[in-house]
């Protein structure tokens, strides 16, 4: 019960974030003092100056609260310290924390008339188009809007991705070696056991993706060989990769990375085997009380200084080119750009495909074996 009270504090009042699980939208260089918006936009698109808006949010009262999900309350330290660094006088509030726990809250603050944030970051890409639908959200299309690929945006401005952001696994180079590249496949191979560590696929819905991806393309009796790799399950996306930098573990699956380099790790993302990535949505609440400083924001995330900036080298715009060696994610086939949208539509599906892994995985009690229960995975 003390834990559904603090959680119940938190709704109402916004203090304090417990450890999140999801995505995080890592642009961590700051922004200089670039236009907000190139000549020769959209019709209806930001014109302003990011000083301009800058201006205008500190004379609106110099505040800004922002949810954004996460696997740990520090995780967007890096964005929130380029913010502060290009706008000082401005009062940002970043709170992180799991997204499936975020849109609760902010659920829950719509029908209290307690709302808290002026802008939502999350994973939980269901929920812009249910708010959408709610006439929750402003509709606002920031510089660089036209630029945006178009899976990535509203086309009314209800929401746009402010960070590209792509799951799979990785692996310590030297410890596998590079003669031949780890594909998912080969995590089933007996060497491996033990010495894997993975996210809970059935407590993350973006790793829960990855999984039915693996499944669809080797079969269940992969599934089964994986489950008895030994695999070391924990809470947190940011987990594997924890565990594969930290030496513990030389495989981490579920988790976030960049394939700019192999050094010293390897995030795979080979042709022919299957990762997921999905466009990262922003949207700025239609009740919010700081509107302008979130457009600041939104303008800010999706300025070509940012962009350029991203973790792992991919961009939501199409004129931002990828480091050597990387396509635009939008151009790899099996990242699966766009069945992650359409898999997060269909929540009572994403429940069975959870039940299922739970019990390959044995996290629930009783027969693992989903056949003597009459379960058809993802039915």
Request: overall charge positive.
């Amino acid at each position: 019960m003390s834990s559904f009270l603090s959680r119940r504090r938190v709704l109402t009042t916004g203090a304090g974030a417990a450890l999140g699980i999801g995505a995080v939208a890592a642009n961590t260089a700051p922004a200089t003092a670039a236009p907000a918006a190139s000549r020769g936009t959209t019709p209806g698109e930001e014109r302003r100056t990011l000083d301009e808006l800058y201006r205008a949010a500190l004379a609106e009262g110099g505040k800004l609260v922002v949810y954004a999900g996460g696997d740990t309350p520090t995780q967007q330290d890096g964005t929130k310290a380029a913010f502060k660094a290009r706008f000082p006088d401005l009062d940002l509030t970043l709170i992180v924390d799991y997204s499936k726990y975020h849109d609760v809250r902010v659920d829950n603050q719509f029908a209290t008339d307690t709302l808290v944030p002026d802008v939502v970051q999350f994973q939980t890409l269901q929920d812009f188009d249910r708010w959408k639908q709610q006439g929750r959200l402003l509709r606002y299309k920031p510089a660089g809007f036209a630029k945006v690929h178009d899976k990535f945006k509203d086309p009314e401005g209800a929401w746009v991705a402010t960070g590209a952001i792509a799951f799979s696994f990785l692996y310590d180079t030297a410890a596998v070696g590079t003669t031949t590249p780890l594909t998912p496949r080969d995590l089933v191979d007996p060497k491996w056991k033990g010495k894997i560590a993975s996210a809970y696929p059935h407590d993350d819905d973006a790793v829960l993706y990855l999984y039915t991806l693996y499944a669809q393309k080797y079969g269940w009796d992969w599934v089964a060989k994986l489950a008895a790799q030994d695999v070391r399950f924990s809470r947190g996306s940011n987990t594997p990769g924890e565990a594969v930098f930290g030496g513990q573990k030389t495989i981490g699956v579920g988790t976030a990375g960049s394939a700019v380099s192999t050094t010293p790790v390897t995030f795979a993302i080979g042709a022919g085997h299957p990762f997921m990535a999905w466009g990262q949505r922003t949207a700025v609440l239609k009740q919010a009380k700081n509107t302008t400083a979130a457009k600041l924001y939104l303008n800010w995330q999706l300025s070509t200084e940012m962009q350029n900036g991203s973790f792992n080298g991919w961009s939501v715009r199409t004129d931002i080119t990828p480091p050597a060696g990387l396509k635009p994610i939008w151009e790899y086939p099996n990242a699966h750009v766009d069945g992650f949208p359409r898999f997060m539509s269909d929540r009572a599906a994403v429940e069975r495909w959870k039940q299922t892994f739970a019990l390959y995985f044995g996290e629930v009690k009783g027969d693992p074996t989903p056949g003597s229960l009459g379960l058809h995975p993802g039915a």
